[in-house]
Nanobody, 124 residues
């Protein structure tokens, strides 16, 4: 069993930055694909970024060049550095563990573990 606890959300002005952290329990963190999804009211959770154990990183097109995912296996923690934030980045951000890729997509239903979510609000 893996438990994920996010922190770092908040309110920021457009163009600003935030860093999200996700601390994971469990001894298998380093072997799992870890990442982030986000969700706005009335919509499904959408993929944001993930980090594979071999160092491969994937990003949603909407955040490429602005967001950076990283992980510290010694601390069982995954981070999401968000720069140049836009109003459309406003969402609840969820840490995801045990992500599987379905073809070219990362889907909500292909995630084993979820954090509780942290709100990110970007004001204009």
């Amino acid at each position: 069993q893996v438990q994920l606890v996010e922190s770092g959300g908040g309110l920021v002005q457009a163009g600003g930055s935030l860093r999200l952290s996700c601390a994971a329990s469990g001894r298998t963190f380093s072997s799992r694909v870890m990442g982030w999804f986000r969700q706005t009211p009335g919509k499904e959770r959408e993929f944001v970024a993930c980090s594979w154990t071999g160092g491969i990183i994937d990003y949603a097109d909407s955040v490429k060049g602005r967001f950076t995912i990283s992980r510290d296996n010694a601390k069982n923690t995954v981070y999401l550095q968000m720069n140049s934030l836009k109003a459309e980045d406003t969402a609840v951000y969820y840490c995801a563990g045990g992500i599987r890729r379905s073809g070219n997509y990362y889907r909500e239903q292909d995630v084993d573990y979820w954090g509780q979510g942290t709100q990110v609000t970007v004001s204009t």
